[in-house]
């Protein structure tokens, strides 16, 4: 490998999940670390812990200079960024290139074009892929409202530097679009820096497919099959599953087909994600963004097709080509994930740091957990609430249904409150086995059991 030494720019479950591909490679792994982590289970882990700054992650994972003093300093020729943080910031891909440093992801240039949405949906329509009907920006409330008019009711109000379901809104009627136009702009100035917005129409009976692919530097691009993440709260991921169940099998290769040809429109090189609405009730599918960087469910897409794409992401830096070609996918069996998280589902999901006390992950046939915690980890304040992933894998989605109902049912931690009675009862709720969800259904299913006084969304 062209790699040798890799500085971990990430915390928590990906660092650990990282650390481990580094090592199964014969990689060293440097892990970054806030005052906050340096007795994390990462820290214990890589080759090295080097101490970036203090818990805020604006004074630590957020600072591009201090990664990149930390790489430097202890002799990393590469830098993975994970998710979330500076995974998606050109910028950090910028630095790494000036500074000699191998970034473990897409190029530059391939980020800040995914990045902006309102540049992603005209480079998708421009190669043929379906985009929802909607707008460019919109400046006033009488562009947005007559956009609204053109494509209809309910409509979508959408930031377009967005993600992480930050300066998003449904909105119902011309009424209430001024309003929700300056809540959006707010929202996203604040998120990044950037208050454009632009309109899609809303589809109601939507599910969340997103296809994972691959590309190198050689010019090859693949994909491994799709997962469909409908099961959102706050537009936020809850669980994950592939392959999609639900979806026309037209529309599937559709997709596949489609993300394939935007990533190498773009000469796509890494792990990335493109993402799609499917309409239930009329079997189409529109692209939505891409996703410049490993996912958090990218184990069900591990557990389906046997490939290690955190490996594969770091031979591709190292200037490997793809060790095989779209033909010899196989995808085999369900898997299915679930994101535990430090959360208190009946106090409207209040995070809840603190130290762990017990803590006994499931195990088994088909069962894999992914996770940074043990009993004695305190869970700190100043980070997403992310615990651990449980993901299973079957011969079939019953299979996988039934071992994720055991493995929750027998996954035991106390000292904090975590979301994984509530996974426990979604998950075996008939609809979601029967299939009968949308990217609404668990925020519909938590208003209908606050009451009627709740009021809306």
């Known amino acids: 490998m062209a790699v040798s030494r890799v500085l971990v720019a990430n915390r928590g479950e990906i660092a650990v999940r990282i650390i481990r591909a580094c090592h199964a490679l014969g990689v060293e792994a440097v892990v970054a670390v806030s005052e906050a982590d340096r007795d994390s289970l990462p820290a214990r882990l890589a ?31 590469a830098l993975h960024p994970g998710y979330g943080f ?34 992603a949906r005209a480079l998708a329509a421009e190669h043929g892929i379906p985009t929802a009907p909607g707008s460019a920006r919109v400046r006033t409330a009488a562009e947005a409202a007559a956009v609204a008019q053109e494509i209809g009711f309910p409509v979508i109000v959408k930031a377009a530097a967005g993600g992480g379901g930050r300066g998003i809104k449904v909105v119902e009627d011309a009424a ?3 309003g929700v136009l300056e809540i ?31 590309g190198d530097r050689h010019g090859q691009v693949i994909h491994l099959g799709e997962r ?35 990533a190498a429109a773009i000469g796509y090189e890494s792990a990335g994600t493109v993402e799609f609405l499917y309409d239930q009730d009329t079997e189409a599918y529109y692209f939505l963004e891409m996703n410049t960087r490993i996912q958090v469910e990218h184990p069900v897409t591990e557990l389906i097709t046997g490939a290690d794409l955190v490996q594969a992401q770091l031979r591709i830096a190292g200037g490997e080509p793809l060790p095989f070609a779209q033909d010899a996918v196989r995808l085999v069996g369900h898997a299915i994930e679930c994101r535990i998280t430090a959360e208190s589902a009946p106090h409207g999901f209040r995070p809840c ?24 980890y305190t869970v700190p304040r100043y ?75």
């Open 47 to 77: 080759n090295r812990a080097v101490c970036i700054g203090p818990p805020p992650p604006r004074e630590s994972y957020l600072r591009i200079e201090a990664l990149i003093a930390a790489a430097q300093g202890t002799g990393c020729d």
């Open 86 to 119: 500076l995974a998606e910031a050109p910028e950090l891909a910028n630095a790494c290139a000036a500074h000699g440093l191998t970034f473990v992801g897409p190029r530059a240039d391939s980020i800040r074009q995914m990045g902006h949405k309102l540049a």
């Open 176 to 178: 209430a679009l001024g």
């Open 184 to 214: 959006a702009a707010a929202e996203a100035r604040a998120a990044f820096g950037d208050d454009a917005l632009y309109l899609e129409r809303y589809v109601a009976h939507a599910r969340h497919v997103e296809v994972q692919v691959l």
């Open 228 to 262: 469909d993440c409908s099961l959102q709260r706050r537009y936020q991921k809850i669980v994950e599953e592939g392959p999609a169940a639900f979806v026309a099998d037209a529309a599937r290769e559709g997709m596949r087909a489609a993300a394939v040809r935007l």
């Open 353 to 376: 740091p603190g130290t762990i006390t017990r803590w006994s992950a499931p195990s088994g046939p088909g069962v894999r957990v992914d996770t940074h915690c043990y009993a004695g």
């Open 383 to 457: 980070y997403d609430s992310l615990l651990a992933k449980l993901i299973v894998h079957g011969a079939d989605r019953a299979q996988a249904l039934a071992r994720l109902r055991m493995a929750l049912a027998t996954f035991d931690v106390g000292g904090i409150d975590t979301t994984i009675s509530f996974l426990h009862a979604l998950v075996g709720d008939p609809a979601f086995v029967a299939g009968q969800v949308n990217t609404r259904w668990v925020e519909e299913k938590l208003a209908a059991a606050r009451g009627p006084r709740a009021g809306g969304h």
